[in-house]
Protein backbone atom coordinates (compact mmCIF):
# COMPACT_ATOMS: atom_id res chain seq x y z
CA UNK A 1 0.00 0.00 0.00
CA UNK A 2 1.28 3.49 -1.58
CA UNK A 3 -1.56 5.83 -0.41
CA UNK A 4 -4.23 6.60 1.50
CA UNK A 5 -7.56 5.67 0.80
CA UNK A 6 -9.31 8.64 2.35
CA UNK A 7 -7.41 11.36 1.53
CA UNK A 8 -4.53 10.20 -0.77
CA UNK A 9 -1.78 11.14 0.97
CA UNK A 10 1.30 8.91 1.61
CA UNK A 11 1.31 6.08 4.02
CA UNK A 12 4.41 4.59 6.46
CA UNK A 13 4.39 0.83 7.75
CA UNK A 14 4.62 1.27 11.50
CA UNK A 15 2.64 0.25 15.10
CA UNK A 16 0.22 2.65 15.92
CA UNK A 17 0.49 3.60 19.41
CA UNK A 18 -1.29 1.21 21.57
CA UNK A 19 -0.84 -1.58 18.87
CA UNK A 20 1.41 -4.56 18.49
CA UNK A 21 1.57 -4.86 14.80
CA UNK A 22 2.66 -2.37 11.76
CA UNK A 23 0.02 -0.82 9.88
CA UNK A 24 -0.09 1.27 6.71
CA UNK A 25 -0.79 4.51 8.45
CA UNK A 26 -1.82 7.76 6.65
CA UNK A 27 1.28 10.67 7.20
CA UNK A 28 -1.40 13.48 6.35
CA UNK A 29 -4.82 12.57 8.46
CA UNK A 30 -3.74 9.18 10.68
CA UNK A 31 -5.58 6.62 8.99
CA UNK A 32 -4.77 3.53 10.15
CA UNK A 33 -5.06 0.84 7.41
CA UNK A 34 -6.35 -2.77 9.03
CA UNK A 35 -5.43 -5.87 6.12
CA UNK A 36 -7.25 -8.61 7.89
CA UNK A 37 -8.25 -12.13 6.74
CA UNK A 38 -10.57 -12.88 3.72
CA UNK A 39 -13.63 -14.79 4.64
CA UNK A 40 -14.56 -17.55 1.81
CA UNK A 41 -17.68 -18.89 2.17
CA UNK A 42 -19.83 -21.80 0.21
CA UNK A 43 -21.04 -24.95 0.10
CA UNK A 44 -21.25 -28.88 0.02
CA UNK A 45 -24.64 -28.57 -2.18
CA UNK A 46 -26.53 -32.49 -1.87
CA UNK A 47 -28.82 -34.24 -4.53
CA UNK A 48 -29.89 -37.65 -4.72
CA UNK A 49 -26.68 -39.19 -3.00
CA UNK A 50 -24.32 -37.03 -5.02
CA UNK A 51 -22.74 -33.73 -4.48
CA UNK A 52 -22.16 -30.63 -6.89
CA UNK A 53 -18.99 -29.76 -8.27
CA UNK A 54 -17.17 -27.29 -10.38
CA UNK A 55 -14.71 -27.27 -12.46
CA UNK A 56 -12.76 -23.58 -12.28
CA UNK A 57 -13.01 -21.50 -15.22
CA UNK A 58 -10.17 -18.99 -13.54
CA UNK A 59 -7.04 -18.82 -12.01
CA UNK A 60 -5.58 -19.81 -9.23
CA UNK A 61 -6.04 -23.46 -10.49
CA UNK A 62 -7.88 -23.19 -13.71
CA UNK A 63 -9.28 -26.66 -14.88
CA UNK A 64 -9.28 -28.51 -11.47
CA UNK A 65 -12.67 -29.29 -9.29
CA UNK A 66 -14.16 -27.48 -5.97
CA UNK A 67 -16.58 -27.12 -4.47
CA UNK A 68 -18.32 -23.83 -5.24
CA UNK A 69 -17.50 -20.71 -2.38
CA UNK A 70 -15.61 -17.46 -2.84
CA UNK A 71 -15.07 -14.31 -1.18
CA UNK A 72 -17.73 -12.51 1.11
CA UNK A 73 -18.88 -9.70 0.16
CA UNK A 74 -19.63 -6.23 2.55
CA UNK A 75 -23.80 -6.76 3.85
CA UNK A 76 -24.15 -10.25 3.46
CA UNK A 77 -24.29 -12.78 6.44
CA UNK A 78 -21.63 -15.85 5.79
CA UNK A 79 -24.53 -18.06 4.77
CA UNK A 80 -25.88 -15.80 2.23
CA UNK A 81 -22.12 -15.65 0.76
CA UNK A 82 -22.16 -19.30 0.50
CA UNK A 83 -25.71 -19.48 -1.34
CA UNK A 84 -24.62 -16.55 -3.96
CA UNK A 85 -21.65 -18.28 -4.66
CA UNK A 86 -23.45 -21.70 -5.32
CA UNK A 87 -25.25 -19.49 -7.49
CA UNK A 88 -23.15 -17.58 -9.68
CA UNK A 89 -20.83 -20.77 -10.10
CA UNK A 90 -22.88 -23.52 -10.55
CA UNK A 91 -26.27 -21.55 -10.89
CA UNK A 92 -27.55 -23.69 -8.56
CA UNK A 93 -30.54 -22.76 -5.91
CA UNK A 94 -29.30 -24.58 -2.00
CA UNK A 95 -31.26 -24.76 0.69
CA UNK A 96 -31.60 -25.72 4.02
CA UNK A 97 -27.78 -24.58 4.88
CA UNK A 98 -26.29 -26.17 8.12
CA UNK A 99 -22.80 -24.63 9.41
CA UNK A 100 -20.34 -27.76 8.30
CA UNK A 101 -16.47 -26.82 8.69
CA UNK A 102 -14.64 -24.01 9.06
CA UNK A 103 -10.87 -23.93 8.58
CA UNK A 104 -8.61 -20.83 8.89
CA UNK A 105 -5.58 -21.10 6.51
CA UNK A 106 -3.53 -18.26 7.90
CA UNK A 107 -0.61 -18.48 5.61
CA UNK A 108 -2.55 -16.90 2.71
CA UNK A 109 -4.63 -14.97 5.35
CA UNK A 110 -8.35 -16.67 4.05
CA UNK A 111 -10.69 -18.49 6.47
CA UNK A 112 -12.91 -20.61 4.80
CA UNK A 113 -16.67 -21.17 5.93
CA UNK A 114 -18.25 -24.29 4.26
CA UNK A 115 -22.03 -24.94 4.75
CA UNK A 116 -23.82 -28.40 4.15
CA UNK A 117 -27.35 -27.59 1.96
CA UNK A 118 -29.75 -29.16 -0.40
CA UNK A 119 -30.79 -28.78 -4.09
CA UNK A 120 -34.45 -28.83 -4.59
CA UNK A 121 -34.38 -29.98 -7.93
CA UNK A 122 -30.55 -31.22 -8.89
CA UNK A 123 -30.70 -28.19 -11.43
CA UNK A 124 -27.31 -27.01 -11.87
CA UNK A 125 -25.22 -25.15 -15.14
CA UNK A 126 -22.08 -23.47 -15.54
CA UNK A 127 -21.37 -20.49 -14.52
CA UNK A 128 -18.52 -17.92 -15.81
CA UNK A 129 -16.29 -19.11 -12.95
CA UNK A 130 -16.97 -22.88 -13.84
CA UNK A 131 -16.12 -24.63 -17.25
CA UNK A 132 -18.47 -27.63 -15.73
CA UNK A 133 -20.32 -28.55 -12.94
CA UNK A 134 -21.34 -31.73 -12.04
CA UNK A 135 -23.07 -34.22 -9.61
CA UNK A 136 -21.15 -36.78 -8.25
CA UNK A 137 -21.38 -39.63 -6.01
CA UNK A 138 -18.79 -40.41 -3.45
CA UNK A 139 -16.65 -42.88 -5.83
CA UNK A 140 -16.91 -40.23 -8.30
CA UNK A 141 -15.01 -37.50 -6.65
CA UNK A 142 -11.62 -36.39 -8.65
CA UNK A 143 -9.46 -36.52 -6.03
CA UNK A 144 -6.33 -36.10 -8.00
CA UNK A 145 -7.90 -32.95 -9.65
CA UNK A 146 -9.42 -31.10 -6.31
CA UNK A 147 -8.20 -27.53 -6.44
CA UNK A 148 -6.76 -26.64 -3.23
CA UNK A 149 -6.14 -28.38 0.06
CA UNK A 150 -8.46 -26.77 2.56
CA UNK A 151 -11.31 -28.67 -0.37
CA UNK A 152 -9.97 -31.78 -0.55
CA UNK A 153 -9.73 -31.91 3.33
CA UNK A 154 -13.64 -30.87 3.30
CA UNK A 155 -14.62 -33.38 0.96
CA UNK A 156 -12.65 -36.30 3.09
CA UNK A 157 -14.26 -34.93 5.93
CA UNK A 158 -17.84 -35.00 4.53
CA UNK A 159 -17.47 -38.61 2.93
CA UNK A 160 -16.44 -39.81 6.64
CA UNK A 161 -19.32 -38.52 8.14
CA UNK A 162 -21.75 -39.87 5.03
CA UNK A 163 -20.31 -42.76 6.08
CA UNK A 164 -21.16 -42.61 9.69
CA UNK A 165 -24.36 -40.61 9.20
CA UNK A 166 -23.20 -37.73 11.51
CA UNK A 167 -22.15 -34.72 10.33
CA UNK A 168 -20.49 -32.55 13.39
CA UNK A 169 -19.07 -29.45 13.08
CA UNK A 170 -15.23 -29.64 11.81
CA UNK A 171 -13.09 -26.35 12.74
CA UNK A 172 -9.00 -26.61 12.51
CA UNK A 173 -6.35 -25.15 11.00
CA UNK A 174 -4.82 -25.79 7.48
CA UNK A 175 -1.39 -24.63 7.63
CA UNK A 176 1.73 -24.45 5.39
CA UNK A 177 5.14 -25.35 6.29
CA UNK A 178 8.44 -24.35 5.71
CA UNK A 179 8.75 -27.65 3.00
CA UNK A 180 5.32 -26.06 1.89
CA UNK A 181 3.51 -29.52 2.91
CA UNK A 182 0.52 -29.08 4.80
CA UNK A 183 -0.48 -29.82 8.44
CA UNK A 184 -3.91 -29.92 9.85
CA UNK A 185 -4.91 -28.81 13.00
CA UNK A 186 -8.36 -29.50 14.35
CA UNK A 187 -10.14 -28.61 17.48
Not at 2 to 7: I, P, Q
Not at 148 to 153: D, G
Amino acid sequence: MNFCSSCGAAVILKVPDGDHLPRFVCTRCETIHYQNPKIVAGCIVEWQEKILLCRRAIEPRHGTWTLPAGFMENGETTMEAAARETQEEACAPVVDLKLYCMYSLPHINQVYIMFRGNSPAGEAAAGPESLEVAFVGENDIPWDEIAFPVIKETLEDYVKDRRRKAFPTHVGDILRLPDRSIRIVRY
